[in-house]
């Protein structure tokens, strides 16, 4: 059975099969989407550290090491294309240094908590990447988006494992169908 990452690639090329080799200019709705998403990875990538600095499960920490490092990957990816496409930058990230101090219990968010934002965030990235590369008239700002999407969802597949493995994930209730 084909991988994730053997989906995309088959997907990717067909986009690029696609393209007239045309270079057009960003439209309004293409910069808005990359900026967008751009200032949404600021939030998360300091949600992310704060979670490192809180947990300490050592395989949610790996967990958000990756999710670290794929979000700040797609940061400098945004920012880059932002650069030279001229489109202004967002307001950017802060580093959240370690604290010396215990949190306390009242505020401090369990693993649990933890890694539910963490899905959460995914699955809003997910569906931000797949609009943005629907509606993208450029071949480069589809795939980059595609490709996006597909780095969350490889997250997102192991947060699911570490979740049902930990009893972390959340169920909703059975649905049984009933005849009327």
């Known amino acids: 059975m084909p991988n994730i990452i053997d989906i995309a690639n088959v997907a990717i090329d067909a986009v690029r099969s696609l393209n007239d080799g045309e270079k057009r200019s960003i439209h309004v709705g293409e910069a808005m989407a990359i900026w967008t998403y751009g200032s949404y990875l600021d939030g998360v990538i300091e949600q992310y550290q704060i979670a490192l600095h809180t947990t300490h499960d050592n395989e949610l920490k790996k967990l958000f090491e990756d999710a670290h490092a794929v979000t700040v990957?797609?940061?400098?990816?945004?920012?880059?294309?932002?650069?030279?496409?001229?489109?202004?930058?967002?307001?950017?990230?802060s580093l959240k240094p370690e604290s010396s101090t215990l949190i306390p219990n009242s505020v401090k968010q369990s693993d649990k908590e933890?890694?539910?934002?963490?899905?959460?965030?995914?699955?809003?990235?997910?569906?931000?990447?797949?609009?943005?590369?629907?509606?993208?008239?450029?071949?480069?700002?589809?795939?980059?988006?595609?490709?996006?999407q597909t780095d969350k969802m490889v997250i997102g597949m192991k947060a699911k494992k570490l979740a049902l493995k930990k009893g972390w994930l959340r169920f909703p209730p059975s649905y049984n169908v009933t005849s009327v």
Request: glycine share 4%; with cysteine; net charge negative.
């Open 114 to 148: 933890l890694i539910n934002v963490l899905q959460i965030n995914l699955v809003a990235a997910i569906g931000q990447c797949a609009l943005a590369a629907s509606q993208s008239i450029r071949e480069d700002v589809a795939i980059m988006f595609f490709k996006f």
């Open 73 to 93: 990957s797609h940061k400098k990816q945004i920012d880059k294309f932002m650069k030279d496409e001229d489109i202004p930058p967002t307001d950017g990230y």
